[in-house]
């Protein structure tokens, strides 16, 4: 399964700041792993740009921790 980061914006719209990243699998791009409903000209990123300082929705990041393999380089074993 892939996913991808879809941005949320904030009263502005997109105009204005992102207010948080949702991470969506790339199935349903519309839906947050959340449940959100996502924009369907939303700015994407990667699923790599996860953990990189984004703000991103904690319910999302979360439920992608489950859903992602394993990666020992991860972790720092190697």
Same mark, same amino acid.
């Given at each position: 399964?892939? +996913?991808?980061?879809?941005?949320? $914006? =904030?009263?502005? &719209?997109? /105009?204005?700041?992102? /207010?948080?990243? +949702?991470?969506? @699998? *790339?199935?349903?791009?519309? !839906? &947050?792993?959340?449940?959100?409903? #996502?924009?369907?000209?939303? !700015? *994407? @990123?990667? !699923?790599?740009?996860? &953990?990189?300082?984004?703000?991103?929705?904690?319910?999302?990041? /979360?439920? $992608?921790? +489950? !859903? #992602?393999? $394993? +990666?020992?380089?991860?972790? =720092?074993?190697?």
């Amino acid at each position: 399964m892939t +996913h991808q980061l879809r941005a949320e $914006y =904030g009263p502005a &719209g997109r /105009s204005g700041e992102v /207010s948080r990243w +949702h991470i969506v @699998r *790339t199935a349903n791009p519309a !839906e &947050g792993m959340c449940g959100a409903t #996502i924009e369907p000209d939303a !700015e *994407t @990123r990667p !699923e790599t740009d996860w &953990g990189t300082g984004l703000r991103t929705c904690q319910q999302c990041g /979360s439920l $992608y921790l +489950h !859903e #992602i393999p $394993y +990666h020992r380089d991860y972790h =720092g074993h190697g």
